[in-house]
Nanobody
């Protein structure tokens, strides 16, 4: 049974930083690209960032570019999302997901992800 468990969310003031973690189990983590998505109240879920199976390629949504960094530690079966210079509009539930296809790149489309975590809340106050 595949499980993805996010942690590290919380409340922070604008300009602050948070690092989210996503611990994976039940799959060969190092064989799959991983992604981060977020969903704010009343909005559709959107792509934040992703990383290829080896970690050599990352891609970011427009809102994350220059402020967020996705990384992974295959020895710990964990993917991270470092978020800096946070803004109130970053407030959302953040989800990690594992790609459907193994040995893939840093995909951006929700439909290319098979397993999802339960999400962690990030709240940024002004």
């Amino acid at each position: 049974q595949v499980q993805l468990v996010e942690s590290g969310g919380g409340s922070v003031q604008a300009g602050g930083s948070l690092r989210l973690s996503c611990a994976a189990s039940g799959l060969t983590f190092s064989s799959y690209g991983m992604g981060w998505f977020r969903q704010a109240p009343g909005k559709e879920r959107e792509f934040v960032g992703s990383i290829s199976w080896r970690g050599g390629t990352t891609r970011y949504g427009d809102s994350a570019k220059g402020r967020f960094t996705v990384s992974r530690d295959n020895a710990k079966n964990t993917v991270y999302l470092q978020m800096n210079s946070l803004k109130p509009e970053d407030t959302a539930v953040y989800y990690c997901a594992s790609a459907t296809a193994s040995y893939g790149g840093a995909t951006t489309t929700q439909g290319q992800y098979r397993y999802w975590g339960q999400g962690t809340q990030v709240t940024v106050s002004s």
